[in-house]
């Protein structure tokens, strides 16, 4: 930071991990593209999963698809900040760079469900953000899962049954935002990025920038 002000030094902080988890359906992963297209200060944290892809899904860009064998490897190897079974798969947070980058203040975005937020949260309280995304009713998220057209009728029922059990978990989230109107809810998603970075705890540069103030 050779050339910056000393205005610019005091915005310095640690990196955000923003979590947005939804029942299936609701729209986080609409959510999660808008975001990462919008905003270039943060990254997608690339999950490893034993699901297979889906039609359009590109390996290491979606996901890392991995077989158990290899999943059972990195959970031996303690490869994961997180990891849960979901649907009957397997999906985890590897640690990778992560860790290295968020000390230097990148912001990543986790699609993760409510395990994995707890694990993350316990693990790291203080930069750790939860958004999670409700659908405006339960018939919409069924229309949702049936536009999306990816799943058979036997899956989308069994969605609906496990998206009740993940609503159960709204409380332990710091927000919660309805996604009636995709372009609103996105930007309530942005409103509350935008302020958590701002959240004074997080500014490691405002210290010595307000001592030389009261200086
Ligand atoms: N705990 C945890 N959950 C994950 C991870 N990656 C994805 N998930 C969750 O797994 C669930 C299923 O994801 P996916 O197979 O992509 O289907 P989706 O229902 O269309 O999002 C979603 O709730 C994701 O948020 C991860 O690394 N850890
Ligand atoms: N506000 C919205 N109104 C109507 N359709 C939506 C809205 N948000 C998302 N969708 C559509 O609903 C389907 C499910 O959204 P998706 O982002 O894949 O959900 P999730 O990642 O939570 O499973 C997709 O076909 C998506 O285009």
Known sequence: MADSTPA??????????????????????TISRMLLEAD???????????RPPRPGEKDGVHYY???????DRMVDEDDFYEWATVFGHRYGTPKGRIRAAL?????????????????????????????????????????????????EKQVIDARMERARAEISHWDAYDYVVINENVNACFAK??????????KRQRQTGLIPFVRELMS
């Open 65 to 71: 698809f991995v077989d158990d064998a290899e999943f």
């Open 189 to 198: 998603v942005r409103e509350i990025l935008d302020a958590e970075r701002m």
């Open 103 to 151: 000390k230097d203040g990148q912001d990543f975005l986790f699609d993760i469900d409510w395990q994995g937020t707890q694990q993350l949260y316990q693990k790291d309280q203080q930069d750790v953000v939860r958004v999670f995304i409700l659908p405006p009713s339960i018939d919409e998220l069924r229309r949702r899962l049936e536009a999306r057209g990816q799943d």
């Open 8 to 29: 610019q030094e005091a915005l310095a902080r640690r990196g955000l991990m923003f979590i947005l988890s939804s029942p299936s359906g609701a729209g986080k992963t």
């Open 40 to 50: 270039n200060e943060i990254r997608l944290s690339v999950s490893v999963t034993t």
